[in-house]
Structures are given as C-alpha cells and as structure tokens.
C-alpha cells in the first residue's frame, strides 16, 4: 500500500490540477454537505470533495488518489439507504453528477448510451419521448443518477415483471482504481467474449471501479396501465392472493402491499380514504393493450377475491388510478411523519413466506416495544420493514438496532437476504458473512483485490 500524504493545500493543488479550480471544494459547506448520504446517523468527513467533467479526469483523479493511498468515495445525489457514500475513512469524495450527458436514445438499437450522472426520470422521459420505456423506477427516481442506480443494482415498482437494473444494463465503461479505463459489453444483445464484468460491476457499490459511461436496454412502451386494489383483514390472506395471482399465470407491473401500521399512516398523511380498519392492502396493477390489461385485471381482482378480500377496486379513470398508487408513494413520508427518526430497510424473503416474515417482524416489534410499518413489493418477496422513532430516547435506539438485526437473522433463516434493492454499504457489511458465508466473503475480497490493488475504493464498505 502506498503512502498516505493528506496535507489540504498538497490535495486540493493536485486535484485542481486534473479538474481545475472551479471543481475541486474543501470549503465547510462542501465538507458538511457531502459528510452524510440518505442513511440516518452515518456521517463522516471528506478530506475534499472533487467534480469531473470527463472519464480522462476521473482517471486521473484515481490515478493520484492509488499514487498517495487516499480513499475515493464515488457518488451520485447520495440517495442511497446503506451509507455507501459516508466518507467514514475521510479522503476523497468524487461526485459524478457533472458527467451528465444523454448522449444518445437508438429507437433502433433499443439503446441509451448516457454518463453516470444522468438522473433516473431524465432518462425515462427521454425514453418515453421516443415511444420507449426504461423501466428501472426506484422511488428516488426524480434525484438519484443513473450511475448509483448500476452501482446499487436499484429496484422499484416494477422489478416483478421488468426485473431490476442489472437487466438493462448492455454496457460499462468505467476507470479501474489504478487509472485504467475498461469497457465490458456495449449495445449488443448477445456479446460472451470474457468474463461478464459489467454484470460484476452492478451492485458493486462504488469499489471496484468508477463507472463513466452505461449502455442501457429499452424496450417498447406499454400501451396503457391499469390499477387496482384489495383489502384484505389479515395479510395472510394478502400474501395467499399474491401466490394465487402468480399461480394464476399473470405477472402483473404492480404487486404491493401495505400492513395495517402503514395504512394507518398513509390515511393520516394524505387523507385518499383509504380503510384504517383493514389488516392490509394489495395494490396490483398491469400494462400493455388494453384488451390484456382488462383480462389480467379481472383475474387478479378474482384471485383477492377468492382469498378473502373484502373490497376491491378496479381505478377506471386515471384520477382514481393516480389516488390508489398514491397511497402506495405516500408510504415513507407519511412513515416518517410519526417520528423524528426513520430507519427503513429492506430484506427479502421467498415469496411464498412474505406473510410468515411480516408476523415474525410484527413480533419483532411487539417484543422491542418499537413502532414498526412494513410495506414493499409482495411480487417479488421484498419487504421494507420501517422503524419510527426518537433519537433522543437512546434506548429506543438500541432496542431498534437489535429489532434490525433480528429481522435480518429472520430473513437469512428463511433463505432471504439482508438486503433486496438498498446495498450493503457501510450499515448492512457486519451482516454480510451471515448471508454469503466466510469463504464467499473471502472470494468477493480477492476480487476486489484485483480491481484495487491498493484498496482506495470505497474501503471499508461491501465486502472490503
Ligand atoms: C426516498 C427514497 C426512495 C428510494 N427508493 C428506492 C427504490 O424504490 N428502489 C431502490 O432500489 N432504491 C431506492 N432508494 C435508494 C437509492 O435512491 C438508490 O440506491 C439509488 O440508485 C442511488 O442513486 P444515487 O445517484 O443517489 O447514488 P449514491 O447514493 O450517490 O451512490 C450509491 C452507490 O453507488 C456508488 N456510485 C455512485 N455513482 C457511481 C459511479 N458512477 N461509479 C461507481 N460507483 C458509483 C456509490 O459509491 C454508492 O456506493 C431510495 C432512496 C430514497 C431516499
């Protein structure tokens, strides 16, 4: 490992030097915004905070960086839920939302080619514009960037049917620790030519490399959508409609549910009059022509019914269909609104055991004392169980950190994961050999000894 030198005039005069001076902050404003990301209580302290402009200047940023031994923590808008961005080891944080260039939309490749720090929804227009769709769509797809959605492998709503991601990612460019810039993949649909790195780069959290350039997959707009909803007195009754609507053969767009903390919530916050007596809430929707859209509808509402519902509702005008998916977006803010402190997480079951986690959670809650509203994409058995409460009550706090850790012991148990969409970051590594075991864990540090020989990437979080 080299040497580290971190005198703030040696750092910022070699920096400007790659960048130039109007990209390069190590005022206090800079430093206090970029100390913190999404994830509540992480904080740590840049030792600067550097903007590129090109892949050549993130190459050489890294290059410099690897020269002196000096931590680089790459970041989008800092959305991120796992502290994958807190600078907790100081150093670098290289912010990519410079790099922000739509450079092409090919209706006949059915391609993008952009830079990381293109915003999710900017792209999705873009999309949309030429008749196309990409369908990633985490919640934050209105501020985080393109980049730490392939860094995190985001999900959202649609993941059930459009899967996440990793699949519309065609191809990476991106410029290893020790400067090297590599491209894996490109706009071809069918490319086996050496080990698939850019699959190996999604979900990579910012430590093997810094990713400069992604080539996505589009795939032809749906016509129209539609949406429903179900109540259900007891969300087993929920998670057995879930199975029969798979089981049915319909893989709808939309699949989530809301347990009885979370519909309390949402009614107090937004008032759509949603049924604060129900047990829980399905929400399914689907896309494509409308004469399927109709028939998977019908099946669906069907499927609740013969499980137990006891009120469905198909939206029939776009109003109505804005209000039930409303009471779906409305879940975290409405959630956070009942304490100063929201800790959201995301682990992830086998489908057919979502209504046995979400009991073993309730328990969880029930035997800590603790507030907590689960919610998530029942099609695809990831759950966001999330924690209210007061910082200032401490003991509270330790009470929630060991309701979060039982629920991941839940969730290994039943073969699930420790996390479905947010990364393992900072918050979730003390959790990671559980789930993967020591040899796996073992194997993700050599390879991340390959891609980083000197460890400057992101140390300290994922499997480094
Ligand atoms: C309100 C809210 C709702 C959310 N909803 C969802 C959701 O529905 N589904 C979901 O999956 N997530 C969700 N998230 C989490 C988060 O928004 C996503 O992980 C998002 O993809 C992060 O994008 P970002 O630009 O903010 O990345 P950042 O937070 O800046 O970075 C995320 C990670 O990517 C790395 N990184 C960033 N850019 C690069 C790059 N160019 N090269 C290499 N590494 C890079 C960073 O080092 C870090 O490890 C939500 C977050 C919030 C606050």
Redesign the pocket.
């Known amino acids: 490992m080299a040497t580290t030198t971190r005198t703030a005039t040696d750092l910022r005069a070699a920096l400007e030097a790659v960048v130039g001076p109007d990209h390069v902050r190590d005022d206090a404003g800079a430093l206090l915004t970029y100390a913190t990301?999404?994830t509540p209580l992480e904080r740590g302290r840049p030792d600067v905070v550097v903007f590129p402009g090109s892949t050549d200047e993130v190459a050489g940023v890294l290059r410099f960086a690897n020269e002196r031994g000096i931590p680089v923590?790459?970041?989008?808008?800092?959305?991120?839920?796992?502290a994958?961005?807190v600078p907790h080891r100081g150093g670098i944080v290289l912010v990519?939302t410079r790099?922000n260039r739509l450079k092409e939309i090919s209706p006949g490749d059915l391609v993008a080619v952009c830079e990381?720090?293109v915003?999710?929804i900017e792209l999705a227009q873009a999309a949309a514009a030429e008749g196309m769709l990409f369908p990633p769509?985490?919640?934050?797809h209105t501020?985080?960037?393109?980049?730490?959605?392939?860094?995190?492998?985001?999900?959202?709503?649609r993941a059930l049917k459009y899967g996440?991601?990793r699949d519309y990612v065609l191809g990476v460019e991106?410029v290893l620790a020790t400067g090297e810039v590599i491209r894996s993949g490109g706009r071809l649909v069918k490319d086996v030519a050496g080990y698939d790195l850019r699959r190996l780069?999604c979900g990579?959290?910012?430590?093997?490399?810094?990713?400069?350039e992604l080539t996505l997959r589009l795939v032809p707009a749906p016509e129209a959508t539609g949406t429903g909803m179900a109540y259900f007195d007891d969300l087993g009754d929920a998670a057995r409609a879930v199975s029969r609507v798979l089981s049915d053969g319909v893989l709808p767009v939309t699949l989530e549910f809301l347990d009885r903390v979370c519909i309390d919530a949402v009614e107090g916050y937004s008032r759509i009059g949603l049924d604060r007596s129900a047990g829980a809430l399905l929400i399914f929707g689907q896309d494509g022509d409308e004469a399927s859209i109709d028939r998977d509808m019908r099946r669906m509402a069907e499927a609740c019914e013969a499980e137990g519902a006891t009120h469905v509702r198909i939206a029939e005008t776009e109003a109505e269909a804005a209000d039930v998916l409303q009471a779906r977006r409305a879940v975290?803010p409405a959630l956070s609104r009942l304490e100063p402190l929201t800790i959201?997480e995301?682990a992830t079951v086998p489908r057919s055991r979502i209504a046995e986690m979400v009991q073993r959670i309730q328990d969880i809650a029930e035997r800590h004392g603790l507030t907590i509203g689960t919610f998530g994409h029942a099609g695809d058995g990831n759950l966001h169980p999330t924690i209210v409460l007061d910082p200032a009550d401490g003991e509270a706090l330790e009470r929630a950190h060991a309701a979060v850790d039982e629920i991941f012991a839940e969730a290994i148990a039943m073969d699930g994961s420790i996390t479905?969409?947010?990364?393992v970051?900072l918050v979730k590594l003390r959790h990671l050999e559980a789930q993967l075991g020591a040899d796996h864990l073992a194997l993700l540090r050599r390879i991340k000894g390959a891609f980083d020989p000197n460890g400057i990437l992101?140390p300290g979080?994922?499997g480094s």
């Open positions: 990301d999404a923590v790459p970041r989008g808008s800092g959305t991120n839920l796992s994958g961005t990519l790099m990381p720090g915003r999710t769509d985490p919640g934050s501020t985080a960037t393109i980049g730490g959605n392939v860094a995190e492998c985001s999900g959202g709503l996440v991601t991106a780069l990579s959290e910012g430590t093997l490399a810094v990713m400069t975290l959201l995301d479905g969409e947010h990364g970051g992101n979080k994922l």
